[in-house]
């Protein structure tokens, strides 16, 4: 059974730095894209960052420029570093594998909560 277990969030002041850690379980994790996604109050859940290797990664317009995904493909763990957040990046965080588009290929986990004051 896959498990996704997210950790890191937390308050924040804008222009403060923050660092999501995602532990999962139960697959092959080097073979598996990996993605960063958030969930707003009132909105959908979106995709903020993809990591398909070590090198090749992907970041929503938002985020690009402010936030670093990276992977341990040896501890099972993707992470995700956040810098110079703004309030508009709060939201529960999310990590899963990503199927073609990065549509999520497994249960959601709990999530980490990120809160970023102004």
């Known amino acids: 059974q896959v498990q996704l277990v997210e950790s890191g969030g937390g308050l924040v002041q804008a222009g403060g730095s923050l660092r999501l850690s995602c532990a999962a379980s139960g697959m092959i994790f080097s073979i598996n894209p990996m993605g960063w996604y958030r969930q707003a109050p009132g909105k959908q859940r979106e995709l903020v960052a993809g990591?398909?290797?070590?090198?090749?990664?992907r970041y929503d317009v938002s985020v690009k420029g402010r936030f670093t995904i990276s992977r341990d493909n040896v501890k099972n763990m993707v992470y995700l570093q956040m810098n110079d957040l703004k309030p508009e990046d709060t939201a529960v965080y999310y990590c899963n594998a990503g199927l073609v588009n990065w549509a999520p290929k497994y249960a959601w986990g709990q999530g980490t909560q990120v809160t970023v004051s102004s």
């Open positions: 990591i398909r290797s070590d090198v090749v990664t």
